[in-house]
């Protein structure tokens, strides 16, 4: 059963010299989006005629979402209203802010918030659920608790953290727009596949939050991977391509409890996740984590069960062969299948032929 969702006005206050008593009612909706707490649909209608009249007689500036991807301005100069519809290049230059942050922070793993910012972009997208129509990036629902407390989201705060002046810059873009336009930056930052994107995704409130176990559990095989990548609508070919992700990023003992890189290079896309898979020796690794494989070779890689069983099922494995053998089929199909996956349960307004590619800045 779907639960109830409220879809009101997301208001956020970005004249800073504006001096107004609110009411409470207007105060708690005119707090940052990220936060524990939703507001109810009548409050924030209440609120929404509250600002709008404040802003009138005062002339402060606000912006406000109204789900389509549209901002209403007014104006602190008195000059009259206007609509801002925000075009390509508006979403470049929100791009290129997100790749002139991940150039200039490399205090993080391997000195790049890369990875990361694909994880949060992916787990925000992959709790999407086809019969029930769930989930998905549609909402940036792990701004809330309980979806930002389940296990497979743990560390992910350090991306939302790194978003944040971003969006106190770009007021105008939702959280569910901006954590997947950052996925797609980081891709192609880390030499990735120019990947397609298009916004209208719209924030929504906790009643939207999913239940924990919608996302992968590294340590199952075959049948749990086709059950939780077949809920989302994605089939072998499709798992396997989008498994090419662990190509970046690491592994980290107070999170999944798994340790290490998939590859010698976790801050640049290749098929070099494919191409170990097939040409390196792995074993188990003795330690007390959970159960996870080394490379025989060098014992400073790491597979997950859910990445073995890539090689060992027949269907997957082929594909994995493909992958290896050609860094290009491989970026072609992985560039097809994150558009998917970003677009889960999305009710854009505009179509397919409306996506926007953006350029590379660093790579």
């Given at each position: 059963m779907l639960r109830s969702i409220s879809t009101a006005p997301s208001l956020r206050a970005v004249n800073q010299k504006a001096r107004f008593i609110l009411p409470q009612t207007i105060r708690q909706s005119s707090r940052r989006g990220y936060s524990s707490n939703a507001s109810s649909k009548s409050s924030s209608g209440q609120a929404l005629g509250w600002i709008a009249g404040l802003a009138i007689a005062g002339g402060a500036g606000y912006w406000y979402y109204n789900g389509q991807s549209f901002a209403l301005k007014e104006m602190s100069d008195g000059k009259q209203n206007s609509i801002f519809t925000p075009t390509f290049k508006d979403y470049q230059a929100v791009y290129n802010e997100i790749a002139k942050r991940l150039e200039e922070k490399d205090d993080y793993d391997d000195g790049s918030y890369g990875p990361v910012l694909v994880r949060l972009a992916w787990h925000a997208s992959g709790t999407?659920?086809?019969?029930?129509?769930?989930?998905?990036?549609?909402?940036?629902?792990?701004?809330?608790?309980?979806?930002?407390?389940?296990?497979?989201?743990?560390?992910?705060?350090?991306?939302?953290?790194?978003?944040?002046?971003?969006?106190?810059?770009?007021?105008?873009?939702?959280?569910?727009?901006?954590?997947?336009?950052?996925?797609?930056?980081?891709?192609?930052?880390?030499?990735?596949?120019?990947?397609?994107?298009?916004?209208?995704?719209?924030?929504?409130?906790?009643?939207?939050?999913?239940?924990?176990?919608?996302?992968?559990?590294?340590?199952?095989e075959q049948k749990h991977l086709r059950a939780i990548f077949g809920r989302m609508g994605f089939d072998d070919r499709e798992i396997v391509a989008l498994s090419g992700a662990h190509a970046l990023g690491r592994c980290h003992t107070d999170?999944?409890?798994?340790?290490?890189?998939?590859?010698?290079?976790?801050?640049?896309?290749?098929?070099?996740?494919?191409?170990?898979?097939?040409?390196?020796?792995?074993?188990?690794?003795?330690?007390?984590?959970?159960?996870?494989?080394?490379?025989?070779?060098?014992?400073?890689?790491?597979?997950?069960?859910?990445?073995?069983?890539?090689?060992?099922?027949?269907?997957?494995?082929?594909?994995?062969?493909?992958?290896?053998?050609?860094?290009?089929?491989?970026?072609?199909?992985?560039?097809?299948?994150?558009?998917?996956?970003?677009?889960?349960?999305?009710?854009f307004q505009s179509k397919e032929e409306d996506r926007m590619s953006f350029k590379p800045v660093n790579a």
């Amino acid at each position: 059963m779907l639960r109830s969702i409220s879809t009101a006005p997301s208001l956020r206050a970005v004249n800073q010299k504006a001096r107004f008593i609110l009411p409470q009612t207007i105060r708690q909706s005119s707090r940052r989006g990220y936060s524990s707490n939703a507001s109810s649909k009548s409050s924030s209608g209440q609120a929404l005629g509250w600002i709008a009249g404040l802003a009138i007689a005062g002339g402060a500036g606000y912006w406000y979402y109204n789900g389509q991807s549209f901002a209403l301005k007014e104006m602190s100069d008195g000059k009259q209203n206007s609509i801002f519809t925000p075009t390509f290049k508006d979403y470049q230059a929100v791009y290129n802010e997100i790749a002139k942050r991940l150039e200039e922070k490399d205090d993080y793993d391997d000195g790049s918030y890369g990875p990361v910012l694909v994880r949060l972009a992916w787990h925000a997208s992959g709790t999407y659920d086809k019969e029930t129509g769930t989930g998905g990036s549609n909402g940036a629902t792990m701004r809330f608790a309980p979806e930002s407390d389940h296990g497979a989201n743990a560390g992910l705060k350090a991306a939302r953290d790194f978003m944040e002046p971003i969006k106190e810059k770009f007021p105008w873009i939702t959280y569910s727009d901006l954590w997947t336009l950052g996925g797609i930056c980081a891709f192609q930052e880390m030499q990735g596949p120019v990947i397609p994107w298009r916004p209208g995704r719209r924030d929504r409130e906790v009643a939207a939050c999913t239940p924990d176990g919608r996302l992968p559990d590294a340590s199952k095989e075959q049948k749990h991977l086709r059950a939780i990548f077949g809920r989302m609508g994605f089939d072998d070919r499709e798992i396997v391509a989008l498994s090419g992700a662990h190509a970046l990023g690491r592994c980290h003992t107070d999170r999944s409890g798994f340790d290490g890189p998939w590859t010698f290079s976790p801050t640049v896309l290749t098929n070099d996740y494919y191409k170990l898979l097939m040409e390196e020796k792995w074993q188990y690794k003795k330690w007390n984590g959970p159960k996870q494989f080394e490379d025989v070779k060098t014992k400073s890689l790491m597979m997950l069960p859910t990445d073995m069983v890539l090689v060992k099922d027949k269907e997957f494995r082929k594909h994995v062969e493909r992958y290896a053998k050609d860094n290009e089929t491989f970026f072609k199909e992985f560039r097809e299948v994150i558009v998917k996956l970003f677009e889960l349960g999305v009710p854009f307004q505009s179509k397919e032929e409306d996506r926007m590619s953006f350029k590379p800045v660093n790579a």
